[in-house]
């Protein structure tokens, strides 16, 4: 079973950036698709991001363009880069791997001045 721990959310201002990053324990996400959701307050969760085993990504149309997915398997992470944040961005991310139900605790992003 994978156990997932977001980290790198935060306060920060519109058109500003912050990582994203999802460590994964008890299995090697090498096998695995992985993605990132979001959730805002009083809104169903939302796909943002995903990654396949290979390199194939692909994104949520309000992201693309600003958002990269990436995964480093040496370390067993997986990062959301965020570029030019908006507030429509504010919500709380979670890390998943869809095939095996698994989803982290989620990390907080505020975007406001």
């Known amino acids: 079973q994978v156990q997932l721990v977001e980290s790198g959310g935060g306060l920060v201002q519109p058109g500003g950036s912050l990582t994203l990053s999802c460590a994964a324990s008890?299995?090697?996400?090498?096998?695995?698709?992985m993605g990132w959701y979001r959730q805002a307050p009083g809104k169903e969760r939302e796909f943002v991001a995903s990654i396949g085993i290979g390199t194939t990504t692909y994104y949520a149309g309000s992201v693309k363009g600003r958002f990269t997915i990436s995964r480093d398997n040496a370390k067993n992470t997986v990062l959301l880069q965020m570029n030019s944040l908006k507030p429509e961005d504010t919500a709380v991310y979670y890390c998943?791997?869809?095939?095996?139900?698994?989803w982290g605790q989620g990390t907080q992003v505020t975007v406001s001045s």
């Open positions: 008890g299995s090697a996400i090498s096998r695995y698709v």
């Open positions: 998943t791997v869809p095939t095996q139900g698994a």
